[in-house]
Nanobody
């Protein structure tokens, strides 16, 4: 069964850090690009960071220099290291897999989401 499972969300103070993880089941994912998206209340889901199957990366302007995406193909896991967090980073974060998701065109495979709240 194809599945993406996120973890690592939580409550953090402004300026703090979190690391999100996304574990994929099914060997097909080792060939797919990965993307982290987020959706805040009342807003559309947006690409935060993406990584191609070859390791090229793409970031939203709002997170450049603060967030880092990486992948471990041997573990079928994608990570999102989030530093210098701001209240506006508060959202549900979703993992996605698909050929072009790293450029903002998501595939059909989504995780269940993990809540990130940045607040003092």
């Amino acid at each position: 069964q194809v599945q993406l499972v996120e973890s690592g969300g939580g409550l953090v103070q402004p300026g703090g850090s979190l690391r999100l993880s996304c574990v994929a089941s099914g060997s097909i994912f080792s060939f797919y690009a990965r993307g982290w998206y987020r959706q805040a209340p009342g807003k559309q889901r947006e690409l935060v960071a993406g990584i191609s199957s070859g390791g090229s990366t793409n970031y939203a302007d709002s997170v450049k220099g603060r967030f880092t995406i990486s992948r471990d193909n041997a573990k079928n896991t994608t990570y999102l290291q989030m530093d210098s967090l701001k209240p506006e980073d508060t959202a549900v974060y979703y993992c996605n897999a698909g050929p072009t998701t790293w450029r903002g065109s998501p595939g059909i495979f989504w995780g269940q989401g993990t809540q990130v709240t940045v607040s003092s």
